[in-house]
């Protein structure tokens, strides 16, 4: 059993308790080791991926009880790939965070670790109900992360996401009941056997806690019509906060996959693709309504959140094709849409800063400091939500329309993808053209110099989505293997029962 | 004793939601609470409704299913640490805006007073204005 499976969940834990417990009041020393812990996590994750790389999922059973009666944390390609990702995505949000943000509020880093806790657990756990408890601390953490340095507005939507993720929960756990009411087992390899076995009878209950769970999975995913906490929470919280909260979204993604890709995928029997038919429909209402949002907010926080409403949209379409073309567009989508949207929401931040009084309103007002290099770097990040070539959104893009050519409706498709991608434009174009060229002469008054850390972070991860680009060839090599793995149960089942496949049917076993 | 459990949490249920889509985060936070006791009675009782019985396997004896007690109790402490947090929540909210109203409009208004909130102490300042 390979322990280092379990890394990615302990080192975040562990460095969350010791920044609290040590470092309390030493902000400097907090800072150097939450860097230093997140870019341990992000080579664990390479290393990970490495050992992933040969196409085995591996298991590890904590505590060593046996598969379906312990808790299991399974590794593939798939989730080593998402762990990569989380670590990237985490250590550019550090590094802009001590810049000076982590300082507004209290504990910043180590509600960050404990949201990695959370996000990595969800991606390597074996078990639903796992599932539910990584999500309860990635959410938890979320919610400490959101209210980060306060005001009215903040509290407010706080108020609203938490509302909603606990109703979110509350779903998820009848669903979770319902599942384990007909099957006896959560754990997802022995529900993937068990769900094609179910009988008749009870097939009626087990669609309903499946869709149930899909529910919760589509209000993280901001599906329509569950997106609407996404623009009011992003657009209220910090920028580092909701840079993280990228990924927030990608795991709801992750959870479509995985459990409606390999536990009610393609041979389960009576539910087979049981969420699929809701999946496509709502990405393209997610798609449009985003694209809408993009082209009416008033401030750039709001706009950066509808684009990402609708960067979901674009990666559920491919994803909810359920084939492996489809997966594998979405996962590199999600891999691009993760680094432009974060780098996207730092430069919100940024110019939130500068502006003083202005905000990040959408007005003509006095030029901030920096502004041709923030204006660059802003239509680097343009260019990359919307899918223009260099970046890597262009072929992103590409592939999700390659891949849809194998749906009925494809024509219909490109043109709502196309369609959208010009609206984007528009919206970008616009917000872009008033925040940095309409501006009036300098303001008074002392204003912020604009530190080198959080414009190093940005640039890192423009410079990996541009990257994402130049390595396609390979990455698409790559994430089709991911998305034959994630969809193959043989290997998964195998993988995590053991090579002799028994039934686990009693305890006497 | 199955549908007294069941019309219970059905109940629970239904005041539960009723109480969230009211306007003020008072009866919201209640309502929380109803929705998380009629899904603690509802897991517990997926493992099948099984009266004076040990969770413990004995040969041949009669069990009850030991798993959803144990997710209940994961369920429980959960749903209590979250309500804890969402009654902080909605008190900051209301000490802030100096309203209980859950709509995000208000807490607009007391945005536009001023940039982005930069600390606890402007912001208590611009709650103050709010109210005034």
């Known amino acids: 059993m390979n322990n280092w499976i379990i890394m990615p969940a302990v080192l975040p834990a562990f460095t969350a308790a010791f920044l609290l417990l040590t470092l309390r009041h030493r902000p400097q020393a907090q800072r150097i080791v939450s860097i230093v812990a997140t870019a341990l996590g992000l080579l664990v994750a390479i290393g990970l991926a490495v050992e992933a790389s040969d196409g085995v999922a591996q298991a590890y059973r904590l505590g060593d009880w046996p598969a379906p009666f312990g808790i299991v944390l399974v590794l593939d390609r798939l989730s080593a790939t998402l762990l990569v990702l989380t670590g990237v995505l985490a250590l550019c949000v550090v590094l802009y965070a001590s810049a000076g943000w982590d300082r507004r509020g209290q504990h910043f880093h180590t509600l960050l670790q404990f949201q990695l806790l959370g996000i990595n657990g969800a991606f390597l756990t074996g078990d639903v109900f796992n599932l539910f408890v990584f999500f309860e601390v990635m959410l938890i953490a979320s919610y400490g992360l959101m209210l980060h340095g306060g005001g009215p507005a903040r509290l407010k939507a706080g108020f609203h996401y938490v509302a909603i993720n606990l109703i979110a929960s509350a779903l998820f756990l009848i669903g979770v009941g319902l599942i384990y009411a007909v099957t006896g087992t959560l754990n997802m390899a022995d529900l ?143 891999v691009h849409s993760s680094l432009a949207g974060a780098a996207l929401f730092l430069l919100a931040g940024l110019v939130l800063e500068g502006r003083g009084a202005m905000g990040d309103r959408l007005l003509p007002g006095p030029a901030m400091r920096g502004e041709v290099l923030v204006g660059g770097l802003f239509l680097l990040c343009a260019v990359a939500m919307v899918g223009l070539p260099p970046l890597s959104g262009f072929l992103g893009k590409v592939m999700i329309l390659e891949a849809v050519r194998s749906s009925a409706s494809w024509p219909w498709l490109w043109a709502l993808i196309l369609g959208t991608s010009l609206a984007l434009t528009l919206g970008f174009v616009r917000a872009g053209a008033v925040l940095f060229w309409a501006s009036g002469p300098a303001g008074e008054g002392p204003r912020r110099r604009l530190d080198p850390l959080p414009l190093t972070a940005i640039v890192l991860l423009l410079a990996l989505a541009g990257a994402w680009t130049g390595a396609a060839g390979p990455a698409m090599v790559w994430m089709d293997e991911v998305a034959r793995q994630s969809l193959d149960r043989a290997s998964y089942v195998e993988a995590v029962l053991g090579p002799t496949n028994h039934r686990s049917g009693g305890l006497g076993e | 004793m199955e549908i007294l459990v069941a019309s219970a949490i059905g109940l629970m249920t239904a005041t539960g939601l009723f109480l969230i889509l009211q306007g003020r985060s008072f009866p919201v936070i209640v309502g929380l609470t109803f929705l998380s006791y009629a899904v603690n009675a509802f897991l517990f009782a997926m493992g099948r409704l099984t009266v004076d019985r040990p969770p413990i396997i004995t040969a041949g004896a009669a069990y009850t299913d030991p798993l959803p007690q144990a997710l209940v109790l994961t369920a429980i402490v959960i749903s209590f640490g979250m309500t804890a947090l969402i009654v902080v929540l909605g008190l900051r909210g209301f000490l802030e805006t100096g309203s209980d109203r859950t709509d995000l409009s208000l807490a607009n208004a007391a945005e536009e007073h001023g940039p982005a909130p930069a600390g606890e102490d402007s912001s208590r300042e611009r709650g103050g204005a709010a109210r005034a």
């Open chain 1, 192 to 334: 993937a056997l068990k769900v094609p076995e179910v009988v008749p009878a009870d097939q009626g209950l087990l669609k309903a806690g499946a869709l149930l769970l899909f529910l919760v999975f589509a209000t993280k995913a901001a599906l329509v019509p569950l997106h609407w906490w996404l623009p009011s929470t992003y657009a209220a919280t910090s920028a580092p906060a909701a840079a993280i909260f990228m990924i927030m979204t990608k795991v709801g993604a992750y959870a479509i996959l995985r459990v409606y890709g390999l536990v009610f995928g393609a041979e389960a029997g009576a539910l087979a693709l049981v969420a699929a038919p809701f999946v496509l429909p709502a990405a393209v209402v997610t798609l449009l309504l985003g694209t809408v949002g993009v082209v009416g907010s008033r401030s750039l926080r709001s706009l950066s959140a509808f684009a990402i409403v609708a960067s979901m949209g674009t990666l559920l379409i491919a994803l909810g094709l359920f084939d492996a073309a489809g997966v594998a567009a979405a996962l590199y989508y999600i």
